[in-house]
């Protein structure tokens, strides 16, 4: 666990700060990108092309922001892999998109829109699998499963002592004298 010194004490250039706003941007470039597909809809209406543009820029900016979720996040090595495969599956599906569409998206002897949804819809749940467990698991990392760590030092010796919550409130909720919640830590040791 890092100390309070080094979490407050970090540039603006380190490492988290970078991560943050490169997952913050590809969260705003996708939903950016979603906007952008519903405003070529709205202005260009039912032709083929404008359907093209759009169906290509919202299933690009479906993945990026569920990639942005988890660059923000304390992720491990797997879920960021896991979001990575999902997303590349997804845009496998975009491109399989812009190959069919219109000429073999439906009604045709040969129609790819079932592959083409398939494919994109196995690429971001895979994806949306791995941001949640990335959100479960940083869940995990921040509880301390109940208990409280004491660091003691007491005559230049340290020690220590993990205690119930609710131990350490009926210990230190009369607002006594610290000494003797020393003594009594050291006798349920």
Do not use: H
Request: glycine share 12%.
């Amino acid at each position: 666990m890092t100390s309070l010194d080094e979490t407050y004490s970090q540039r603006p250039g380190d490492a988290i700060s970078r991560r943050v706003l490169a997952g913050g941007l590809l969260l705003a470039v996708g939903a950016v990108a979603i906007v952008a597909a519903i405003g070529l809809i709205w202005v260009g209406g039912t032709d083929s092309t404008t359907k093209l543009s759009a169906g290509i820029t919202a299933g690009l900016g479906v993945p990026a922001m569920l990639a942005g979720v988890v660059v923000v996040l304390p992720a491990s090595a797997r879920q960021r892999l896991g979001v990575a495969v999902g997303t590349g599956l997804a845009g496998v599906g975009v491109y399989l998109f812009s190959y069919a569409y219109p000429d073999r998206w439906t009604r045709t002897a040969d129609p790819l829109a079932f592959e083409t949804l398939l494919v994109y819809g196995l690429g971001c749940a895979i994806a949306l699998w791995f941001v949640f467990s990335a959100i479960a698991s940083t869940r995990l990392r921040n509880n301390p499963q109940g208990t409280v760590s004491l660091e003691i030092i007491q005559q230049g010796e340290t020690k220590t002592i993990e205690v119930d919550r609710s131990e350490y409130r009926s210990l230190v909720s009369d607002g006594g004298d610290p000494e003797q919640y020393l003594e009594e830590l050291d006798r349920r040791e």
